[in-house]
């Protein structure tokens, strides 16, 4: 039998175990763009940014699941589970949910990545209760009925259509396969007619239960708000929903590994009757958490990230040979990807191609002027800025960092990692990113000579 002096002391380890953890990661100015994070008994964290000076407030919930977390016939469960979370609760129904967030005049919204997901609602500061409740209401007491699985399927297969009518997306999609292959990165998020169509309410459960726990999720809110009042009513709607059950629990912790990507030089075609063909070139980028991530990102912007960018002007200004031509980067935790995209006549493919090609090969073999590089930071460093002017950029800021990175980053630190960016670093990011052999996707009315022809833009 347990004494009484040994039941109390158990309790009261319990107890001591069972008290939030709040630490201050960013201090700002007056308490402005100070961020704050607290750590509940049960593993979920909540993390804030405090903005005074404005009157809306952006509450978001993370969940660490994406499209690559899904076993080959599970191909879109993720985003098929982002729309079955608004059809309604214990409490609320579809409806309910939505004319909660319309009555206050608020937006309420969620988006499914590779590697992550998001709902969040933004509103008045003097409605984030509501939009409080309403979020994490939707997170801990989805129903996920038959009838609205369902039903609920072809508003999907109406989505996957409407990808499918847009080529200028579709081919990046397609250049995922080209790149990943027939794994989960290289798998599309919403999956495919056969995978949803194949997809039933009991196994939309099971993956909900397992990934929707308390120590898989980041709660992020940014503006006027108080952090120790989101604290208290997260908790409470937490608790209200049973959700946080195991007090040692403790959060997951961010995607590591190492994902081997497929042979360079690959090419994929797909046939479209369109008006023009879209073309992704490419290759192996950096995973997200790679030190050389800032020196990409002024090599990128230099590249291919605005008007004055080197492919716009030789492609478009200079010759009109397409109307949108521009560079991208994706860092997933343990690879990533650089590309180039142009739209452009079919006639017009291999022209462009060749442009794209030589400019990617003399700028690793001869670098980006200083110029170049000088310009390419300044018009980086002010657009981080530009892009974090609203509570929703800041809410994803924050709980993205959280739950990728598991830090936080000010934005002057950021800015002063693109500042301290060198030239020499740009070009040896050049050389090894732009040296390699590039693969390539392509969509549009190919003809049978075009498409021999494509192989040898890569060779």
Partial sequence: MTSRSSQATARTSSEARAVARTQTLIKGENGIGTVRKTTLPGGLRIVTETLPSVRSATFGIWAHVGSRDETPSLNGATHYLEHLLFKGTGRRSALDISSALDAVGGEMNAFTAKEYTCYYARVLD??????IDVVCDMLTGSLILEDDVNVERGAILEEIAMTEDDPGDCVHDLF??????DNALGRPVLGTVDTVNALTADRIRRFYKKHYDPTHLVVAAAGNIDHHKVVRQVRAAF???GALKNPDAVPIAPRDGRRTLRTAGRVELLGRKTEQAHIVLGMPGMARTDDRRWALGVLNTALGGGMSSRLFQEVREKRGLAYSVYSYTSGFADCGLFGVYAGCRPSQVHDVLKICRDELDQVAEHGLSDDEIERAIGQLRGSTVLGLEDTGALMNRIGKSE???GEQMSVDDMLGRIA??????VRAVARDILGRRPSLSVIGPLKDKQAARLHDAVA
């Fill in 126 to 131: 003097t409605d984030l209760p509501l939009a």
């Fill in 403 to 405: 739950l990728c990175w």
């Fill in 420 to 425: 301290a960016v060198t030239p020499d670093e």
């Fill in 176 to 181: 995922a396969h080209t790149m990943f292959g």
């Fill in 239 to 241: 608790e209200k929903a």
